[in-house]
């Protein structure tokens, strides 16, 4: 059987085995998805969202890229957080980065990967906004380890200071940005406390006024 195949396979006992659990399962999933987050993580295969938090299908809505970055030009992003918190209206959003991060760690390198340095650039902006902090890190593991923290706190910012999250918080809508870093090494979410619920804790800067 080819490797291919063996997806089909897997996917025909998958359905099975869901539908024996709950005949109803995928009748309810037809209706509508009602997810209560929406999942920001990196596209890295090992850092799968539902698998890692416990959630079944139509519970969390995903948006992966490499290194869990969230640009203010890039519509993709912005239209999965746009119609997650307006037409879902989900009620926290996670920005999930990892330790041991590829994305990161090309990051802070200087080795061409093609076209990705250009969004790996993203990410060296991080390095640049903190560079004293990162640098007067002594050790390689734990410089890394710090800029993967630091890349998911910025990530929670951008998140935070887009038109569509502030609107919802004008509005009075429920929902909070959280940042979490998981590791590969002990499949552990560790919660960064960084959550925003709230305009006032935006910084005013980046606090826009009205509608957009
Ligand atoms: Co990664």
New binding site residues.
């Given amino acids: 059987m080819t490797v291919i195949k063996q997806l089909f396979k897997k996917n025909e006992e998958w359905a099975a085995s869901t539908k024996e659990a709950d005949p109803e399962f995928f009748d309810n999933l037809t209706e509508q998805q009602t997810p209560e987050y929406l999942w920001i993580g990196?596209?890295?295969s090992r850092?799968p969202a539902n698998q890692i938090v416990g959630l079944l299908p139509g519970e969390v809505f995903v948006h992966r890229n490499?290194?869990?970055v969230v640009v203010h030009t890039d519509l993709n992003c912005l239209s999965v957080i746009q119609y997650a918190v307006e037409v879902l209206k989900v009620k926290h959003i996670m920005v999930v980065?990892?330790y041991?991060?590829?994305?990161?760690k090309a990051a802070m390198g200087n080795e061409t990967f093609g076209l990705i340095d250009n969004w790996l650039r993203h990410i060296k902006d991080v390095y640049r906004a903190h560079k004293a902090r990162i640098e007067a890190v002594a050790d390689d593991e734990q410089r890394f380890r710090l800029m993967c923290e630091l890349n998911v706190r910025e990530q929670v910012a951008n998140v935070c200071h887009t038109t569509i999250v502030q609107n919802a918080w004008r509005n009075g809508q429920e929902l909070s940005v959280h940042g979490w870093i998981y590791g590969l090494d002990d499949g552990l979410i560790k919660d960064m406390n960084v959550s925003v619920s709230r305009l006032d804790d935006v910084s005013s800067i980046y606090s826009m006024d009205g509608e957009s």
């Fill in positions: 990196c596209s890295d850092v490499i290194a869990n980065g990892h041991g991060c590829g994305g990161v």
